[in-house]
């Protein structure tokens, strides 16, 4: 089961500053919050990770709460190519492998 | 730097019936791992190969199957085809070990009839 809790769905108008939550209060020390994306039946793209630091790259911003059980990501300026369903998941980098569990994502629609 | 590709991209195949998908990782890379995707049960973990080998395996019955190649490139195959296994399938690669970003590729979307 994933271990996020995420709501269903969004929506943000163009332009502005989109902040999706996550939940992960069960989230362990050694544990990252990655983000992807999904547009309409394309693959999973990457957005962003972290552990406990804030992050930001040229995508997007990362902002992790101090206890770690919860996070938002944050578009600055969202535009119609945005829309998509974005996915919050933890696990643990180590070598143990690459499983992801994706849970059921926020549905983010971007409008005019 | 070429992203993960798969081919092929669209199948129709019927019930009973046998398919492979191919999927080649981004240069460099030699872990592959494989999702399902469907309405019903959103994106599911298949599993991984690093080196030729299965790593981690999700909880699919045992038509399902995989394989890599030495240079890393990476098959499925479904036996016995049903129609519960339309779906899109994912490959994603990433350089090693756990600790590294997964990338995605397309998809190769399946219809079983």
């Known amino acids: 089961d994933a271990k996020t809790t995420q709501p269903p769905s969004m929506d943000c108008a163009e332009g502005r500053a989109a902040n999706l939550p996550c939940n992960h209060s069960t989230i362990s020390g050694n544990e990252y919050v990655y983000w992807y994306r999904q547009i309409h039946s394309q693959g999973p793209q990457y957005i962003i990770h972290?552990?406990?630091n804030n992050e930001t790259n040229e995508m997007a911003s990362l902002i992790i709460t101090e206890d770690r059980k919860s996070s938002t990501l944050i578009l600055p300026h969202a535009t119609l190519r945005d829309t998509a369903v974005y996915y919050c998941i933890v696990r643990v980098a180590n070598n143990a492998g690459n499983m992801l569990t994706f849970g059921g994502g926020t549905r983010l629609m971007v409008k005019p | 730097k070429a992203g993960v590709t798969q081919t092929p991209r669209y199948l129709i195949k019927t019930r009973g019936q046998q398919v492979t998908l191919s999927c080649s990782p981004i240069?460099?890379?030699?872990?592959v791992s494989w999702y399902q995707q469907t309405p019903g049960q959103g994106l599911q973990f298949l599993f991984e190969y690093f080196s030729e080998t299965q790593r981690n395996k999700g909880n699919f019955p045992g038509r399902f199957s995989g394989r890599q190649f030495s240079n890393s490139r990476s098959e499925m195959n479904v036996s016995t085809l049903e129609l519960g296994d339309s779906a899109l399938y994912l490959c994603a690669s990433s350089l090693a070990t756990g600790r590294e970003t997964q990338y995605f590729g397309p998809g190769t979307r399946l219809l079983v009839l």
């Open positions: 240069s460099g890379h030699r872990s």
């Open positions: 972290g552990l406990k």
